[in-house]
């Protein structure tokens, strides 16, 4: 299994999740920079991703839709903080509107990502920072734990050298 713990933090509105791959740090990070890659994994089986912008520099940022199995798209938006290639990803995922752009008034989450070589095996590190405990309440009732296990759980298949250029 590729998610090895996932922990609530009520006190420090945290939700970290850590998963362990056969693969490179630098594979590990490729399912994140490219787009490509990215919507193939992003959203969980039932509700796939397309990022329909993806500025993956320091102050870029990403647009994306996931489209459910009855056809609803909600969608989102990160902005990048920081980028440490190929250890570390600080960016802030929010809710966008229809349009896409980010709903005013709500604020996003803080989040980032550590990737650490163990041997030929890589561990990452996710964890998202809330802005209270009523967003934590809410994201979490939202099934995002289990979405994000799911989701993380899609990326195995995409780190094998031959399966990456594709």
């Given at each position: 299994?590729?998610?090895?713990?996932?922990?609530?933090?009520?006190?420090n509105?945290?939700?970290?999740?850590?998963?362990?791959?056969?693969?490179?740090?630098?594979?590990?990070?490729?399912?994140?920079?490219?787009?490509?890659?990215?919507?193939?994994?992003?959203?969980?089986?039932?509700?796939?991703?397309m990022?329909?912008?993806?500025?993956?520099?320091?102050g870029?940022?990403?647009?994306?839709l996931?489209?459910?199995?009855?056809?609803?798209?909600p969608?989102?938006?990160?902005?990048?903080?920081?980028?440490?290639?190929?250890?570390?990803?600080?960016?802030?995922?929010?809710?966008?509107?229809?349009?896409?752009?980010?709903?005013?008034?709500?604020?996003?989450?803080?989040?980032?990502?550590?990737?650490?070589?163990?041997?030929?095996?890589?561990?990452?590190?996710?964890?998202?920072?809330?802005?209270?405990?009523?967003?934590?309440?809410?994201?979490?009732?939202?099934?995002?734990?289990?979405?994000?296990?799911?989701?993380?759980?899609?990326?195995?298949?995409?780190?094998?050298?031959?399966?990456?250029?594709?």
């Amino acid at each position: 299994m590729t998610v090895v713990s996932t922990h609530k933090d009520a006190e420090n509105l945290t939700l970290t999740v850590v998963a362990e791959f056969d693969a490179t740090p630098e594979l590990v990070w490729e399912v994140w920079e490219d787009p490509r890659k990215l919507e193939r994994w992003w959203g969980p089986p039932t509700f796939p991703a397309m990022f329909t912008r993806h500025e993956f520099v320091v102050g870029g940022e990403s647009r994306y839709l996931m489209t459910g199995p009855e056809g609803e798209t909600p969608r989102g938006w990160w902005r990048i903080d920081a980028i440490d290639r190929p250890r570390r990803l600080d960016f802030a995922n929010g809710l966008a509107g229809d349009d896409g752009e980010p709903v005013p008034g709500v604020e996003p989450t803080s989040a980032y990502m550590i990737l650490e070589a163990e041997g030929s095996r890589t561990r990452m590190t996710a964890v998202t920072h809330f802005v209270d405990v009523e967003q934590m309440e809410i994201l979490l009732g939202m099934g995002m734990l289990e979405g994000m296990a799911q989701a993380i759980g899609q990326i195995d298949s995409l780190l094998s050298p031959s399966r990456s250029r594709a």
